[in-house]
C-alpha cells in the first residue's frame, strides 16, 4: 500500500490533490471532538437564527446576546461558588449547584435581551438590523466594562461542565468509530446540540406551531385570517430563539472554557447566521453549516501545528500564519457568495407587521 501512496503523491499536480486528501483523512478524525466543540456555539446561534426569521424577525443581536450571557453566567457562578464550597459535584459532566444556577442566570439575560429586541421590533415596529446591532454595541460595552472593574478583584472560577469520555470499545469501532467520538466526548450543553437540532426540525416541519410560525414568516395577514395572532406567535418565538443564543453564552463561559474575556464570541454570531442562510434556513441544514465553518477551524490550526510532509507541507508553510487564522472567515465568504440569490429567505423576513383595523 505505501508504494501505491508513494506513487500517486508523486504525480504532479495531481498528487498534492492526493497528498490533501491523505492529510483531511489522517486530521479530521482524530480533531473531530474539537470540531463538534467549535460547532456547538455556531450550531445554537443558528438555531436562534433559524426561530426568528422563520417567524418573520431577523435578529442580528445574536452575537450580543451570546456575549451577555457569558458573562451573566460566569460571573454569577463566580458569586455563588463562595455560597456552595462543599457542594459535591455528579460523577457525569461535573454538575455542580453554582454552574445550574449560572446557566439559568445565562438563559434569563438572553431572555430579556430577547424581550427588548421584541418589543423595538414587532411592537415598535423599529428597524430589526438597528435593533440587533444596538444590541450588540451595547453588550460588548457593557460587559467590556463590567468585566474590567470585576478583574481587578481577581475572583475565582465556578468551574466548567466537564466532557464525558465514552468507552473505548465504542470509539474503536472501525469506520464509525470516530463519529461516536466526536458526538459523545463532550460537555452537556455541546452534547445536547443533536437532540435540540433533530427536535426542531421536526418541530419546524412536522407540528402545528412550526406550520404556524413558518405562515407567519411566509405571509402574515393570510395566517391572521385564520386565526393565527400574528404579534403573540413572534413574541413568542424571539423569545424561544434567545434562549439558542442564550445556551451558547454560557457554552463558552461554562463548558469551552470556564472564564470570561472580553469579546470572547469572536464573531461567532454572524457566523452562525452564516451558517443558518447557508442552511437554507432550516436547522440540520444550519448544523451541517456549522459544522463545515468548525471543521476548517480545526483545519487551520492544524495546519499551523503539524503542517503536512511534502511538497504540500512545503506550500502550506510557506503561507503567513495568519491565513489559516483566518480560514474559516474567508470560507464564510466563499461559501456565503455561492449561495446568497440561491437560498430564499421566508417572504415576510424583517418586515414589520401591523394589524389591519377592525372596519
Not at 455556531?42 to 443581536?61: D, K, P, Q, T, Y
Not at 468509530?177 to 433533530?198: A, E, R, T
Request: contains cysteine.
Amino acid at each position: 500500500m505505501d508504494p501505491i501512496i508513494s506513487t500517486l503523491y508523486g504525480i504532479p499536480l495531481v498528487g498534492l490533490a492526493f497528498q490533501l486528501v491523505g492529510y483531511l483523512i489522517a486530521t479530521i478524525p482524530p480533531a473531530s471532538p474539537i470540531i463538534m466543540a467549535a460547532a456547538t456555539p455556531l450550531v445554537l446561534g443558528a438555531l436562534c437564527g433559524v426561530i426568528g426569521e422563520r417567524s418573520g424577525v431577523v435578529n442580528i443581536g445574536i452575537e450580543g446576546i451570546m456575549l451577555a450571557s457569558a458573562f451573566t453566567g460566569w460571573i454569577v457562578g463566580v458569586v455563588l461558588a463562595p455560597m456552595f464550597p462543599d457542594a459535591a459535584s455528579t460523577p457525569v459532566f461535573g454538575i455542580t449547584i453554582p454552574l445550574l444556577f449560572a446557566v439559568l442566570a445565562a438563559l434569563g439575560v438572553a431572555l430579556l435581551i430577547s424581550l427588548l429586541h421584541a418589543w423595538l421590533s414587532i411592537s415598535l415596529r423599529a428597524d430589526q438590523i438597528i435593533s440587533g446591532t444596538i444590541i450588540n454595541i451595547a453588550a460588548f460595552g457593557v460587559t467590556a466594562y463590567l468585566n474590567t472593574l470585576i478583574a481587578k478583584q481577581s475572583p475565582q472560577s465556578a468551574g466548567a461542565f466537564t466532557a464525558f469520555n465514552p468507552p473505548d470499545w465504542l470509539t474503536g469501532l472501525p469506520v464509525v468509530g470516530w463519529l461516536f467520538d466526536m458526538f459523545l466526548h463532550q460537555g452537556p450543553i455541546s452534547m445536547s446540540v443533536i437532540v435540540l437540532v433533530v427536535g426542531l426540525q421536526i418541530w419546524l416541519f412536522r407540528s402545528r406551531w412550526g406550520l404556524r410560525t413558518r405562515a407567519v414568516g411566509e405571509h402574515p395577514k393570510a395566517a391572521e385570517t385564520v386565526g393565527i395572532d400574528v404579534i403573540r406567535l413572534r413574541y413568542r418565538n424571539v423569545l424561544i430563539s434567545g434562549l439558542f443564543a442564550g445556551l451558547a453564552g454560557a457554552y463558552l463561559s461554562m463548558e469551552a472554557t470556564n472564564s470570561f474575556q472580553d469579546g470572547m464570541t469572536a464573531g461567532r454570531g454572524f457566523i452562525a447566521l452564516a451558517a443558518m442562510i447557508v442552511g437554507r434556513w432550516t436547522p440540520i441544514g444550519a448544523f451541517g453549516a456549522a459544522l463545515l465553518f468548525a471543521t476548517f477551524t480545526a483545519l487551520g490550526q492544524s495546519i499551523n501545528f503539524a503542517p503536512p510532509a511534502g511538497q504540500l507541507g512545503d506550500i502550506m508553510t510557506s503561507v503567513p500564519a495568519q491565513f489559516w487564522d483566518a480560514l474559516p472567515y474567508i470560507v464564510t465568504i466563499i461559501v456565503l457568495a455561492g449561495v446568497v440569490g440561491r437560498s430564499i429567505p421566508p417572504a415576510a423576513d424583517g418586515q414589520p407587521y401591523e394589524r389591519e383595523s377592525a372596519t
